[in-house]
């Protein structure tokens, strides 16, 4: 991986856009063959390497605390891949539904300036973005009035 092209570590939380540019890295890389159809490629030696590649990629742009999951050299770059993204399906739900609660429920505090409520509000909804559940601007505009 080019040590020009830095993206945010997956954590617990932001696996939705984590993936996209981990996608992105992967295909910048040549890689992204290897981990979504690793049957395309009929050289065998040539697959092996790719896809111990491409994993060391997925694993570098991890969090340490994370990296257990997809270690083992049994393990190809396809299959980490389908690890993370099973592992994350439920959790990246739960977690949406979570920040839809908080943002439609979000209300000025007492005392709070203007700014800071719509900053709080905003926060919210950056992270439903990231958790891949964006929220329609007329659907925020609504939330907040």
């Not at 996608?23 to 040549?30: P, R, T």
């Not at 063959?33 to 491409?54: E, Y």
């Not at 905003?122 to 009035?145: F, H, M």
Request: charged residues 30%; aromatic residues 6%.
């Amino acid at each position: 991986m080019s040590n020009a092209l830095r993206i945010e570590k997956l954590t617990e939380i932001n696996y939705p856009s984590w993936a996209g540019e981990m996608e992105a890295v992967l295909e910048k890389e040549d890689l992204w063959d290897v981990v979504l159809s690793p049957d395309s490629i009929t050289d065998v030696a040539v697959r092996a390497k790719q896809s111990r590649k491409a994993k060391a990629s997925i694993r570098l742009c991890m969090s340490k605390q994370l990296q257990h999951l997809i270690s083992g050299d049994d393990l190809t770059a396809k299959a980490a891949w389908d690890k993370l993204k099973d592992l994350n399906a439920s959790s990246c739900k739960a977690r949406a539904m979570m920040l839809k609660k908080e943002l439609y429920s979000v209300a000025q505090l007492d005392g709070e300036s203007c700014n800071a409520y719509f900053a709080r509000a905003d926060k919210i909804r950056q992270q439903l973005i990231a958790a891949g559940t964006p929220v329609s601007d007329s659907d925020y505009k609504t939330t907040l009035v």
